[in-house]
């Protein structure tokens, strides 16, 4: 694990920050797994985040708790799309580090069918 990512080892949440049009920064506490080299999470595909990674993938992260309040200091990283097998591969880690919580989230899901999408974050 390179220096950067030591700061999420053992935590729950990292705070994302995408950004607006203008520039401005939206931050959003997420789950995630860091998974060969990168930081890797899944969200709702029509969520406001995604519509900022699609247009702009730089993002900064830093630990929080569930609430978004940083525990750490800020790193910069850029996004990418996650598909196929590296999607289900990470879909499954999620689904082991989060336990119940996480299979509540998926029943929610599944009643509502609305479709998640997963973004890989390498540090910059």
């Known amino acids: 694990m390179s220096n950067k990512l ?28 860091e998974h060969n080299g990168e930081l890797k999470f899944y969200t ?25 309040n940083v525990k750490g200091g800020w790193v910069e990283g850029t996004t990418r799309s996650l598909e196929g097998q590296e999607a289900r591969q990470v879909h499954a880690m999620l689904n082991r580090k989060y336990g119940w919580q996480r299979g509540l989230i998926n029943l929610l899901v599944r009643l509502r069918r609305r479709p998640r999408t997963g973004y890989a974050i390498r540090l910059t």
């Open 44 to 68: 709702m595909a029509a969520s406001g985040k995604v519509t900022r990674l699609r247009r702009d993938p730089r993002v900064r992260i830093a630990p929080c708790d569930s609430r978004g």
């Open 6 to 33: 030591n700061q999420f080892d053992g935590r729950r949440y990292v705070s994302l920050e995408t950004y607006r049009r203008n520039g401005t920064p939206v931050r959003t506490p997420v789950w995630f797994v």
